[in-house]
Structure formats: C-alpha cells, structure tokens
C-alpha cells in the first residue's frame, strides 16, 4: 500500500509542479481561480506528506483520512485550475490536468473508512 501511495504521491507532484504557467490578465475571475488553485494545491501537498508519516508510522486509519483530505484539496486545485485556463483561452496541457484530476480521484477513494 504505502509503494503505490508513493507512487501516486511523485505522479501528483509532478503534475502539480510541472503545469505551466498561466498568463494572467485583467479578469477578476481568472485571477480567483488561479489564487484558489495556489492554496488548494499547497494544501494538498501539505496532507500528502501528512499521509504519508502517518502511514510510514503505521497509522493507516489517519493516514486514510489525511489522504482523502488531501485528494479533495486536489480536486479542488485542479478544478480551479481548469477553469482559470478556459476563461484564458488556454487549452494547451488540458488533457494531462484532466489525468492528474482523475489521480486525485484516484488517490481519494483509494482506501475507504468505514463510518
């Protein structure tokens, strides 16, 4: 388990840090989106790593539920992001944040807790 949260952990990164840079201009919606996607995805990786410790540590329950929180955070980010780069006109890379959107899915529901 903790192999493939690595694994999913180095893809999102990836994703997140290698998106490229959306020119901003004067729209106030553009420029919310793009401030949403910055906390959204420090966030996410925040509770990533928290996952990631708690896991490491044993703890696999509030490891689940960090990571759930951090897939939610990074849904979030790239929704945010999308949208920023569609009131942009900007449609190159839309195909790989629809895959990293689909890894934060993954990432998630990967493991569920019972309530």
């Known amino acids: 388990m903790i192999n493939?949260?690595?694994?999913?952990?180095?893809?999102?990164?990836?994703?997140?840090?290698?998106?490229?840079?959306?020119?901003?201009?004067?729209?106030?919606?553009?420029?919310?989106h793009m401030r949403d996607w910055q906390e959204k995805k420090e966030l996410a990786s925040f509770y990533l790593m928290e996952a990631e410790k708690s896991f490491k540590s044993g703890d696999e329950l509030s490891g689940c539920v960090t990571?759930?929180?951090?897939?939610?955070?990074?849904?979030?980010?790239?929704?945010?992001?999308?949208?920023?780069?569609?009131?942009n006109n900007s449609t190159d890379g839309l195909e790989n944040l629809e895959s990293g959107l689909n890894k934060w899915r993954e990432l998630r529901d990967f493991c569920q807790i019972s309530q």
């Open 4 to 32: 493939f949260f690595l694994f999913l952990f180095l893809s999102i990164s990836l994703i997140l840090f290698q998106v490229d840079k959306v020119f901003a201009d004067s729209q106030k919606d553009f420029s919310e």
């Open 67 to 87: 990571q759930q929180k951090a897939g939610e955070y990074g849904i979030q980010a790239t929704e945010s992001l999308i949208s920023a780069m569609r009131l």
